[in-house]
Antibody
Framework: QVQLQESGPGLVKPSGTLSLTCAVSGGSISSGNWWSWVRQPPGKGLEWIGEIYHSGNTNYNPSLKSRVTISADKSKNQFSLKLSSVTAADTAVYYC?????????????WGQGTMVTVSS | QSALTQPASVSGSPGQSITISCTGTSSDVGGYNYVSWYQHHPGKAPKLMIYEVSNRPSGVSNRFSASKSGNTASLTISGLQAEDEADYYCSSYTSSITLAYVFGTGTKVTVL
């Protein structure tokens, strides 16, 4: 049973860089799935941030592309999110998720989510 | 790209059926059969309920069904139960600018 667990600082200063890691257990990040980050600001809906394949190929939400970097570390079986120049608008619960094999955009396994607050 | 449009809330009594709509454009919902639906209980991880318009993952109750017509996708919950009370989000692949995925605005389902 594949499980995902997000980790990282819960508080980031404005203009700083948000950095989160998603540890994959019970399976391999090289399994052929795409791996995504999704966020939910307080009281708002879900927003897809971007995705990575184990080869390093990435796709990003155009609205965040200039500030987002997603990378993968196959040796540690984890993938990471970096979001630069953060503002209060980036305050959200951040989830990592796995896309179902062979099913475009179907996120079948999610982490529990981690709350990140942008504040001085 | 803009979020897909869903009604803010839908309610029904136990045993009834309800339908949630998800309206997009020809660049997302209408253009591809890559619509998914998620159930989200606050404080928990979202759960995939439907993928590729109408397919149910193993373990999801057959009380959940979905379809698509033109630029609008729909999720129907039959035999509504108290445990179905949650937020529901649709999502779709979109090619409006570049490869990406867009979520719906979300619908709060209340079991009366």
């Amino acid at each position: 049973q594949v499980q995902l667990q997000e980790s990282g600082p819960g508080l980031v200063k404005p203009s700083g860089t948000l950095s989160l890691t998603c540890a994959v257990s019970g399976g391999s990040i090289s399994s052929g799935n795409w791996w995504s980050w999704v966020r939910q600001p307080p009281g708002k809906g879900l927003e897809w941030i971007g995705e990575i394949y184990h080869s390093g190929n990435t796709n990003y939400n155009p609205s965040l592309k200039s500030r987002v970097t997603i990378s993968a570390d196959k040796s540690k079986n984890q993938f990471s999110l970096k979001l630069s120049s953060v503002t209060a608008a980036d305050t959200a619960v951040y989830y990592c998720a796995r896309a179902r094999l062979g099913a475009t955009g179907a996120f079948d396994i999610w982490g529990q989510g981690t709350m990140v607050t942008v504040s001085s | 790209q803009s979020a897909l449009t869903q009604p803010a809330s839908v309610s029904g009594s136990p045993g009834q059926s309800i339908t949630i709509s998800c309206t997009g454009t020809s660049s997302d919902v209408g253009g591809y059969n890559y619509v998914s639906w998620y159930q989200h209980h606050p404080g928990k991880a979202p759960k995939l309920m439907i993928y590729e318009v109408s397919n149910r993952p193993s373990g999801v109750s057959n009380r959940f069904s979905a379809s698509k017509s033109g630029n609008t996708a729909s999720l129907t919950i039959s035999g509504l139960q108290a445990e179905d009370e949650a937020d529901y989000y649709c999502s779709s692949y979109t090619s409006s600018i570049t490869l990406a995925y867009v979520f719906g605005t979300g619908t709060k389902v209340t079991v009366l």
